[in-house]
T-cell receptor, first 114, second 118 residues
Framework: SQTIHQWPATLVQPVGSPLSLECTVEGTSNPNLYWYRQAAGRGLQLLFYSVGIGQISSEVPQNLSASRPQDRQFILSSKKLLLSDSGFYLC?????????????FGDGTRLSIL | AQTVTQSQPEMSVQEAETVTLSCTYDTSESDYYLFWYKQPPSRQMILVIRQEAYKQQNATENRFSVNFQKAAKSFSLKISDSQLGDAAMYFCAYRSRPTQGGSEKLVFGKGTKLTVNP
């Protein structure tokens, strides 16, 4: 069966510090991968998606970036965090090449910027 | 661009009763997919039910069912025999039919907080 792991679960960082959140998927190959952010009291906003190694598409311009160094690894990064980067970050995967497969989410990372 | 609207920020239901959560969406596409996700206090997003737009039959999953009205662009979720464990944020989501090399990104509504009273 497929599983998705996301870490850390909780992170407290000062303004201006770097960020690296990691997500890995097991039990499938060539998945589509996604990073979402959920601000308090709001729905999910898609930040980045990837359909393959090294292929990253950005949905929202910001100081965050994403990378996919391996087939089942998706990393969310920032060189300098802003207060507005606080939120709940969710990684998700879906099968590629299929039409009705849902996205499956990780447990999320709660990021607090001080 | 597609949009998803959940007009009920909060709903409550008595245990064992039935509740319906509303969702409307706006799209010019004819083929797409709709989902309901549940997010309990643990914050994990859990798929509840999904519907393909080309299917006229409403999807059902045990106590969960949808009322899909394509012409009205409405996709409501009915929870029957509500249980305490159903308490969560519920998100309606829309996904276009994927294109070659394109993503299958979801567009989410802002969610409805469901409280189940014992």
């Amino acid at each position: 069966s497929q599983t998705i792991h996301q870490w850390p679960a909780t992170l407290v960082q000062p303004v201006g510090s770097p960020l690296s959140l990691e997500c890995t998927v097991e039990g499938t190959s060539n998945p589509n991968l996604y990073w979402y952010r959920q601000a308090a009291g709001r729905g999910l906003q898609l930040l980045f998606y990837s359909v393959g190694i090294g292929q990253i598409s950005s949905e929202v311009p910001q100081n965050l970036s994403a990378s996919r160094p391996q087939d089942r690894q998706f990393i969310l990064s920032s060189k300098k965090l802003l207060l507005s980067d606080s939120g709940f970050y969710l990684c998700a995967w879906s099968r590629s090449g299929t039409h009705n497969q849902p996205q499956h989410f990780g447990d999320g990372t709660r990021l607090s910027i001080l | 661009a597609q949009t998803v609207t959940q007009s009920q920020p909060e709903m409550s239901v008595q245990e064992a009763e039935t509740v319906t959560l509303s969702c409307t969406y706006d799209t010019s596409e004819s083929d797409y997919y709709l989902f309901w996700y549940k997010q309990p206090p643990s914050r994990q997003m859990i798929l509840v039910i999904r519907q393909e737009a080309y299917k006229q039959q409403n999807a059902t999953e045990n106590r969960f069912s949808v009322n899909f009205q394509k012409a009205a662009k409405s996709f409501s979720l009915k929870i029957s025999d509500s249980q305490l464990g159903d308490a969560a944020m519920y998100f309606c989501a829309y996904r276009s039919r994927p294109t070659q090399g394109g993503s299958e990104k979801l567009v989410f509504g802002k969610g409805t907080k469901l409280t189940v009273n014992p």
